[in-house]
């Protein structure tokens, strides 16, 4: 009974460091949906998705091509932020003054696009890196690698995101914009070009999750289905544009999904995720609500 | 057009599409027709919310209920679909009750509610999947073919039936639609979608309200998947649940237009004959290039006609009822 | 310096302003006085590219400001102080500065500028980590003169400085508006504190229903008949 208890235990901190590690990639998701939402006051439906293209491109350099995985990551952020930019320039720029509802249709519209595209372009084939990152050991709990360098990696971005609107005028004006759209040509700034720039920095975030990902996950058309609620959901329990209850919520959920995982499979950690979430809306609605609209 | 003269339009037409499986036997043109009655019915649910400003993209969650209850609880228990049916609309009723009462009750909207109805679909496609020993997961579920009597199994082998049966099944649609319309309750939601709190301050019951067309909406698309699985004896998580089920049922209720009773319908004409038209265009060379055509043709729907096809003509065609106010 | 030739400007189907002609010369400061929806605040936000008027012109040193893209008009030397100084009040005093520096021509000479307004303002450099939201309406209007003059313009909008602030406070507003003069900015200004903003203005339009009714120097002014019984209530 006691050595029972005893890896119990192990598994249960594991799962735990499993949740927070799992925690970072999301987070890094809900900071792209929460800025494009915060500073345009759009929501991507199709966000998952371009994480699936990203993941496709890492998958084709690194495999197809031999690019080795440091040379193709840039690469990927740099087209996913392109892609990024491109879906603001064709999609939402024409839908600014259209009712909010059609600009959030539209990007769903988007994401059958990038769906179909993705089987006519690669096939429904699951595919992977074929990389085999080892497994660290600590005493008697097991971290996959490929996790551990995620969670760096997605902090490293975070933390890039936090200086570049702290520190830069454009990351400033990043700021304001939410807070009084009208006034921002009177300090010189052309709100479009910020739009564009908003939009390709959520599609750099999107890239980088992709790159760390694809790590993790198989690539297939519909891989961005099995993240993408999950994101929607951190999204609104945080708050939409609030960065901080993004990240926050972004833990609560990892951990719920790892521990919900521990005892049957992945999927089931998303419906207790959405449990958890009806839940929550039930008893701290409050917190649902802070800075709405 | 007269009260009379409208009745007697509606009678003639419904006549004539009753007769039409006795006169015009072409099983293709009959399956077709099937498929666009009952996903015109489905788009026809969605609108019923969709029309007062509640955008759900969770629908896909109730019809993926209303399938694949059904077809468990015939293929396990061996409960006939006359009964698996109605559990399963209660089903569904019950899941949209249990996200809808807090989702009105603390006045989720817009962004909010399209995000969690959204992610409610998400999961419900998850779930399908998870318990892949029961279902089959992603690989599809197909119901056990009846061995006894065909109608308690509510399996036909002629199209001509399920050609009835989808009617049958639209027309209520429709009457729900139209008895909606005339309820008091159409003011209160119209009033809702103006402005929640200035309907909350004139005495109207918001969250009441809104969880009754949302009740009606989910119990009806979990109908309309139930029918879908008896027609096609054969469904997979993607093609009944799901994200794309969902953004499926608002794109072709927007391509109709969604304020008018009929525009769910043209929508599904529309957007059938448009999938199919591509899927044969394109043949099996390339799987998918149908769905690339369809996005992108919704993606240009959206920016360049808002309005649904439906809708904008009858704008067109009516320009006099309201007066613009520049003029 | 900035010229305003028959100017036709309004919202959507309701007009706001009729022909209005009106000039500012380098080193002035000008005011602009009148009734409550009088047009001031349309005056502003035509000169400063928030709205475009139906007909007329613009010129800023004898650029055209009608064909310059809004968000480079304040490149031109034209900074707005908007009515209810309109802060960004989540933001600290040092982003709201900041914001107003954004423009490239401004931005490599954003330390000196940032010393130059926290001399003007000390109370500023005080509170600069805090949030504009949180100061007073005293303070915060110092900050978004403060934010305008980050960008070193040549001409200074101000409308309504003195708008729901304290009587003390509007004596130190209208203080600061002569030491900004004194430093050489022109300034045109918008108030319905007709007593006070004329005891700082060179000269005065006084508008009413969107139109010019009378100009005159700050002395003029004050003696005119139409201005004492309308405005000064004597």
């Known amino acids: 009974m006691q050595a029972f208890l005893d890896i119990f235990d192990i598994y249960l901190l594991e799962a735990v460091i499993n949740g927070i590690l799992l925690g970072g990639v999301l987070a890094l998701l809900a900071l792209g949906l929460n800025l494009i939402f915060g500073v345009i006051d759009v929501t991507w439906i199709c966000y998952a998705e371009l994480v699936m293209i990203g993941m496709y491109a890492m998958y084709f350099m690194v495999q197809y091509y031999g690019v080795s995985y440091f040379i193709a990551a840039p690469f990927t952020i740099l087209l996913v932020a392109l892609l990024g930019a491109a879906l603001h320039y064709l999609v939402i720029a024409p839908l600014l003054t259209a009712p909010p509802i059609n600009q959030l249709l539209a990007t769903g519209g988007v994401l059958f696009v990038l769906q179909s595209f993705a089987t006519v372009a690669f096939g429904i084939d699951f595919r992977n890196l074929g990389i085999r990152l080892p497994v660290l050991a600590f005493g008697d709990m097991n971290f996959s690698y490929a996790r551990l360098l995620s969670f760096i990696a997605a902090l490293v971005g975070m933390v890039a995101v936090y200086l570049f609107m702290t520190r830069t005028f454009t ?7 939410s807070q009084d759209r009208q006034i921002m040509a009177l300090m010189g700034v052309d709100t479009k070009r910020i739009y564009i720039i908003t939009s390709a920095l959520g599609g750099a975030l999107a890239g980088l999750a992709a790159c760390l990902l694809v790590l993790q996950y198989d690539v297939h058309p519909f891989v961005g289905l099995s993240f993408g609620p999950i994101t929607f959901l951190i ?37 207790l995720a959405f449990a958890f979430f009806i839940v929550m809306m039930f008893i701290r609605p409050a917190g649902l609500l802070a800075r709405r609209r | ?68 209850v059904t077809a468990l609880l015939w293929n396990h228990l061996g409960l006939s679909p006359w009964v698996g049916i109605p559990v399963s609309m209660v089903a569904a009723g019950a899941l949209a009750l249990i996200v809808g009462y807090p989702c009105f009750r603390f006045r989720i909207t817009g962004h909010y509610f399209v995000l ?85 301050a004139a005495g109207v ?91 992108v043709l919704l993606v240009l729907f959206i920016i360049f006609l808002p309005k649904g096809i439906l809708g904008s003509l009858l704008e067109r065609l009516k320009p006099q009822r309201k007066p613009s106010p520049s003029s | 310096m900035l010229e305003l030739r028959s100017v036709d400007a309004g919202y959507g189907s309701f007009q706001a302003l009729f022909g209005v002609n009106l000039e500012v010369k380098a080193g002035e400061a000008v005011g602009v006085i009148g009734p409550n929806g009088a047009g001031k605040t349309t005056l502003m936000r035509v000169i400063s590219g928030l709205i475009r008027p139906a007909r007329g012109s613009i010129k800023m040193e004898g650029v055209d400001v009608l064909t310059t893209p809004a968000h480079r008009i304040v490149s031109l030397g034209i900074a707005h102080v908007p009515e209810n100084r309109r802060l960004f009040p989540q933001l600290s005093v040092d982003d709201n500065l900041k914001m107003g520096a954004f423009m490239k021509e401004a931005r490599h000479k954003y330390a000196e500028r940032l010393e130059i307004v926290f001399e003007l303002f000390p109370r500023l450099k005080e509170r600069r980590y805090q949030m504009a939201g949180t100061m007073s309406g005293g303070e915060q209007q110092m900050c978004a003169i403060g934010r305008a003059l980050m960008s070193d313009p040549k001409l200074l909008l101000l409308d309504e400085p003195s708008a729901g602030l304290a009587p003390v406070v509007v004596q130190q507003v209208f203080e600061l508006v002569k030491r900004i003069r004194a430093s050489g900015l022109t300034v045109l200004i918008v108030e319905q504190n007709v007593q006070q903003v004329l005891r700082v203005v060179d000269r005065a339009y006084l508008i009413e229903a969107g139109s010019i009714r009378a100009s005159g120097s700050s002395a003029e002014m004050l003696a005119s008949d139409t201005v004492k019984e309308a405005y000064l209530g004597v």
């Not at chain 2, 109908?223 to 799901?242: H, N, R």
Request: glycine share 12%.
């Open chain 1, 171 to 177: 990351g400033t004006a990043i700021r304001a914009i």
């Open chain 1, 235 to 271: 999204c609104v329990l945080g708050g939409l544009g609030n960065f901080i209850g993004g990240f926050i919520a972004s833990f609560v959920f990892a951990e719920i999904i790892s521990l919900g995982g521990l005892f049957s499979d992945l999927e089931w950690g998303y419906v």
């Open chain 2, 1 to 68: 057009m007269t009260r009379q003269a409208h009745l007697a339009a509606w009678a003639v037409g419904l006549a004539a599409l009753v007769m039409l499986p006795f006169v015009y036997r072409d099983p293709y043109h009959l399956h077709i027709l099937v498929l666009i009655l009952i996903w015109s019915f489905a788009y026809t649910s969605w609108s019923m919310m969709g029309r007062f400003g509640l955008v759900s993209l969770g629908h896909g969650g109730f019809m993926g209920i209303g399938a694949y």
């Open chain 2, 116 to 200: 969690v109805t959204l992610a409610l679909s998400g999961i419900v496609l998850q779930v399908i999947t998870a318990t892949r020993d029961w279902t089959g997961g992603s690989l599809g579920y197909t119901p056990n073919r009846a061995t006894g009597n065909k109608l308690w199994a509510l399996q036909f082998d002629d199209k001509t039936t399920w050609y009835l049966v989808a009617l049958a099944v639209w027309v209520v649609g429709l009457v729900v639609w139209h008895w909606i319309d005339r309820s008091m309750s159409r003011y209160a939601l119209e009033a809702i979608s103006e402005d929640e709190d200035a309907a909350a």
């Open chain 2, 205 to 295: 019951d918001v969250t009441a309200e809104k969880l009754k067309i949302t009740l009606i909406s989910a119990l009806m698309t979990a109908l309309a998947g139930a029918i879908y699985c008896q027609y096609q004896m054969f469904i997979t998580p993607d093609t009944v649940s799901g994200i794309a089920v969902s953004l499926q049922m608002v794109f072709a209720a927007i391509v109709g237009g969604l304020f008018v009773s009929l525009g769910p319908t043209v929508g599904a004409i529309i957007t059938i004959l448009l999938a199919e038209s591509l899927r044969i265009g394109f043949g099996t060379r390339a799987v998918g290039w149908d769905n690339l055509v369809y996005g």
